[in-house]
């Protein structure tokens, strides 16, 4: 049983950068992992993802340039960092696991229980 | 990359079918059969209802089905019972090699 565990809650100022960390347990750290995040109110939203097992990362547009995936194979777990937060980055981050069932789907199961990001001066 | 299109709300007795759109172009939805469709209730993370557009994952109620025609795709809920009312949210995989998610229907039982 694949679970995802995240790190608590972050209060950040506008301009700094935030480190989220995302373990691993239950199965062989060989995943695609995803994060996404989810403003207040609003739908999710696809921010990249990262091959744990060898490192490739892909990253929305979006947030190309002030985001990063990482991964410590060693500790099972990925981290994401995002720079130069401004108030509109205020959500809760997510970790998710790409679904699999006898091959890979492009969809995200399970999720993790989300880190909420608070920006404010 | 815009957001998909749904209804915001959807709202039905218990024990009917309700069905929830999801409109895209021919670049996400239309382009590959990876459509997934997730369940979100107040305060909790999203889950995984169905994927691949028609499939559901191990434990989730056969009450729940997908299809897509098009650039459209939709989530019926059958024999609506009282824990389906959350938010549901539909995404896809894209030509673009990104995901997208749609802007969200809120599912109210009456």
């Known amino acids: 049983q694949v679970q995802l565990v995240q790190s608590g809650a972050e209060v950040k100022k506008p301009g700094a950068s935030v480190k989220i960390s995302c373990k691993a347990s239950?199965?062989?750290?060989?995943?695609?992992v995803h994060w996404l995040r989810q403003a207040p109110g609003q739908t999710p939203e696809w921010m990249g993802w990262?091959?744990?097992?060898?490192?490739?990362?892909k990253y929305s547009q979006k947030f190309q340039g002030r985001f990063t995936i990482t991964r410590d194979t060693s500790a099972s777990t990925v981290y994401m960092e995002l720079s130069s937060l401004r108030s509109e980055d205020m959500a809760i981050y997510y970790c998710?696991?790409?679904?699999?069932?006898?091959?890979?789907?492009?969809?995200?199961?399970?999720w993790g229980q989300g880190t909420l990001v608070t920006v404010s001066s | 990359q815009s957001a998909l299109t749904q209804p915001a709300s959807v709202s039905g007795s218990p024990g009917q079918s309700i069905t929830i759109s999801c409109t895209g172009t021919?670049?996400?939805?239309?382009?590959?059969?990876?459509v997934s469709w997730y369940q979100q209730h107040p305060g909790r993370a999203p889950k995984l209802m169905i994927y691949?557009?028609?499939d559901r994952p191990s434990g989730v109620s056969n009450r729940f089905s997908g299809s897509k025609s098009g650039s459209t795709a939709s989530l019926t809920i059958s024999g609506l019972q009282a824990e389906d009312e959350a938010d549901y949210y539909c995404?896809?995989?894209?030509?673009?090699?990104?995901?997208?998610f749609g802007s969200g229907t809120k599912v109210t039982v009456l």
């Open positions: 998710a696991t790409e679904y699999y069932s006898s091959t890979w789907h492009y969809c995200f199961d399970p």
């Open positions: 239950g199965y062989t750290f060989n995943y695609a």
């Open positions: 990262i091959n744990a097992a060898n490192g490739d990362t």
């Open positions: 021919s670049s996400d939805v239309g382009a590959y059969d990876y």
């Open positions: 691949d557009v028609r």
């Open positions: 995404s896809s995989y894209t030509s673009s090699s990104t995901h997208v």
